[in-house]
């Protein structure tokens, strides 16, 4: 399967069940800490996964990179409550994996991915 779209099904598929999530869990509140960036994650990455090759390559790094982030914190929010967030450890590790082989296919001088 192509890279890039590995890179698209798993930027979609993070952004679909985090916004699902927030649905299910009724994470709408405005003491929800992790709200807005949520909703920044499921827009970067929609876009990502949706935008032409060319700026895919350039989105999908970064939004899954600051996705990787965003569900670790979620991850170890859930530990200090004495929790195991195990949707938010997957999703963590999913997204820090596909960002960085994104970001090693990106690099200058790196084969380019074939384009979805």
Request: hydrophobic share 55%; charged share 10%.
């Given at each position: 399967?192509?890279?890039?779209l590995?890179?698209?099904?798993t930027?979609?598929?993070l952004?679909?069940t985090?916004f699902?999530?927030?649905?299910?869990?009724?994470s709408?509140?405005a003491?929800n800490?992790?709200?807005?960036p949520d909703?920044?994650?499921?827009?970067v990455l929609?876009?990502?996964a949706?935008l032409?090759?060319?700026?895919?390559l350039?989105?999908?790094?970064?939004?899954l990179?600051?996705?990787t982030?965003v569900?670790?914190?979620?991850?170890?929010?859930?530990?200090?409550?004495?929790?195991?967030g195990?949707?938010?450890?997957?999703?963590?590790?999913?997204?820090a994996?596909?960002?960085?082989?994104?970001a090693?296919?990106?690099?200058?001088?790196?084969?380019?991915?074939?384009?979805a």
């Amino acid at each position: 399967m192509r890279l890039l779209l590995v890179g698209r099904v798993t930027a979609a598929v993070l952004s679909l069940t985090t916004f699902v999530f927030l649905f299910l869990h009724d994470s709408w509140r405005a003491d929800n800490l992790f709200l807005v960036p949520d909703l920044i994650l499921c827009a970067v990455l929609l876009a990502g996964a949706l935008l032409p090759a060319r700026s895919a390559l350039v989105v999908l790094p970064v939004g899954l990179a600051y996705t990787t982030g965003v569900l670790t914190a979620s991850a170890f929010s859930y530990v200090a409550r004495g929790e195991v967030g195990v949707p938010s450890m997957v999703g963590a590790i999913t997204s820090a994996v596909v960002a960085m082989l994104l970001a090693r296919r990106s690099e200058p001088g790196a084969p380019r991915p074939q384009t979805a």
